[in-house]
């Protein structure tokens, strides 16, 4: 996940440093795409994995193979639509993600995704696969996928864009030709799965299995949806606001741009760290070892907390220094990457928290919860307060909304786990042996 995240921050940089500021907000309008086909995968990759481990750790075998043949028929099914609807209508995907047709950030969002949406089906199935491939038993295998896919993006970047002069459209062909890459490692794990055998006659949907795997995935699945809407509600709010400011339109897009991109190496962290434990709380608890459910959320907890508070002291020290790794500006436009940086992001630590939390419930199967999780930070908090504090206090609303929301958030999803850890203990008997 680390690496996944650096190379998105190598594009950044490419795109930042040949293209320029507008390159940088071009970029963020298309942002929302990734977010939608990550969120997808992880409705079919979780659920499946989380469905697969639990049934393995209840020695319900039938079962958990169903759960897969169902996953991957689903994921590649999903990447297939999400590929047909993104072609049909990505010119008013680039307008609804806050990029105004008579403007000049606009042409160059339609060059991005114009190639881009070819490679983002492949990126579906790689994510889907993922935690399957690590509930299987195999994380170095799948970070394998994530890694050749990540050099190889950074080394196209370097080739289309400089010596091939290709701009743009060449960083977004080494995007799409990562990706594809990526899911070519993903299928041919698949003949080598170790629980079981997958044969291609085998695969297929079932209702029950689907609704199974759906049910558990939905969590991370809404909480990648509120992540695209805020990120489709932010742009469209600094658009408006700053242009009512000195700052203008494009240097807002482009700084929240950035700035996103920065906050993926710390989720992505979390993300990780939280996905590598979803078949140790799944399997665990159908194990009934409840105390090892416990202990490595705690775990998991104290780790991203920690990334978190590194973080914020990178972003509150060095503002200025990390938005000119992403190439140079106006003293305007660093003006306001340093108070973004600083006020946006101000409580970056509590958001690796929320990451932990949704797998946490999700992998356990609670998923009543982990939907409420999904829910906090993006839609009962931010988005309306991305809406409402802009009114009164113009673009400075907009950067308080993100760290009240953070605070609200983590408050909520601690409550939540306390309460989750209080039912475990009166479960019954829990193993201690190791």
Known sequence: MLVGAIYNITDQIFIGHVVGMLGNAATNIVFPTVTLTTGISMLFGIGTASNFSINQGAGRIEEAKKYVHTGITGAAAAGIITGLLLFVFKSNIVELCGADPA???????????????????FHLFTQASAPLIRADGSPAYSMLCMVEGAVLNVFLDWLFMFPMGMGLRGAAIATAVSQFSSCMLAVLYYPRFKAFRIRFRDLGISTKHLTGSMRAGIPNFINHMLM?????VLNNVLATYGALSMYGSEIPLAVSGIAQKCSMIMISFAVGISQGCQPIWGFNLGAKNYDRVKATYLRAFGAAFAVGVLFFFALQTFPREIISFFGTGTEMYYDFAEKYLKIYMMFVFFQNIQPVTIMYFSATGNNRQGLLVSLSRQ??????LLVILPRFFGINGILAASPISDTMAFIMSVSMVLLSFRRLSTLGPQAVEE
């Open 228 to 232: 695209m809407s805020t990120n489709i």
């Open 103 to 121: 403007g000049t950030v606009y042409p160059l969002a339609i060059t991005y995704l114009s190639v881009t949406m070819f490679g983002l089906p």
């Open 379 to 384: 839609g009962l908090f931010l988005i309306p």
